[in-house]
């Protein structure tokens, strides 16, 4: 799968809702639920992140969910994306992009979100076939205003910016002409995810559905 394929597939998938929640699953046994409320609140592409043990087992769950599609965050190595493939992960995100890690998911046929943040970053990523990229830390990297500015020179790039987006600024993010979706942390709170308070992630996840 080219780079290009990849990033169409991405694009897809971020074109699906508003917000991407991003997720660190301590616990497995939480993730099918979790998945579920979700999905039932119109955010159906998840993003697992690769910080805990319980991660990949995580994907495992989750991937099991009707009308859910399930990625793995913070793949940094070739390893990383063939054990978030074969865990059922239908794409992977990335800080960076690196060759060997383009190469590897390339090779596995796993679409890849890799991050960029200056221009520099952005165009060796469009050289190597990427349209659709992750913006991170993307508060700490100037927000909605350092996006903008990339929106000139750079129009054929796209982005979906994580890292301090919140409900309060995701519009700003959302209004601009090259974002394409949010990556969004606040959508499912430790405290409601160990309570499998299920209804409570359901209602907020469908105010993240209807920003814009």
């Not at 697992?48 to 769950?61: F, G, N, S, V, Y």
């Not at 969910?65 to 990383?80: E, F, K, Q, S």
């Not at 200056?118 to 909605?144: D, H, I, N, Q």
Request: aromatic share 4%; net charge negative; charged share 15%.
């Amino acid at each position: 799968m080219t780079p290009e394929i990849q990033s169409q597939k991405s694009r897809a998938l971020c074109e699906r809702a508003p917000v991407i929640p991003v997720l660190v699953v301590p616990d497995a046994a939480r993730a099918e639920g979790l998945a579920t409320a979700l999905v039932a609140g119109g955010l159906p592409v998840l993003e697992i992140t690769l910080r805990t043990p319980a991660a990949l087992d995580a994907i495992r769950q989750m991937a099991r969910v009707n009308g859910g599609h399930v990625g793995a965050g913070t793949v940094l190595t070739p390893d990383d994306a063939k054990r978030a493939r074969d865990a059922g992960a239908s794409f992977a995100v990335s800080p960076g992009a690196t060759e060997r890690l383009v190469m590897a998911c390339s090779d596995i046929g796993l679409p890849l979100l890799p991050g960029a943040v200056t221009a520099s970053e952005v165009m060796r990523a469009m050289e190597m076939g990427y349209s659709m990229l992750k913006f991170f830390p993307a508060e700490a990297a100037g927000g909605a205003k350092a996006l903008k500015s990339l929106a000139g020179p750079l129009p054929q790039v796209s982005f979906c910016p994580t890292g301090g987006v919140t409900p309060a600024n995701a519009p700003d993010y959302l209004g601009l002409p090259n974002v394409v979706c949010v990556g969004g942390s606040w959508i499912a709170p430790d405290a409601e995810v160990a309570a499998g308070d299920w209804a409570a992630i359901e209602a907020r996840a469908r105010e993240a559905s209807g920003l814009h």
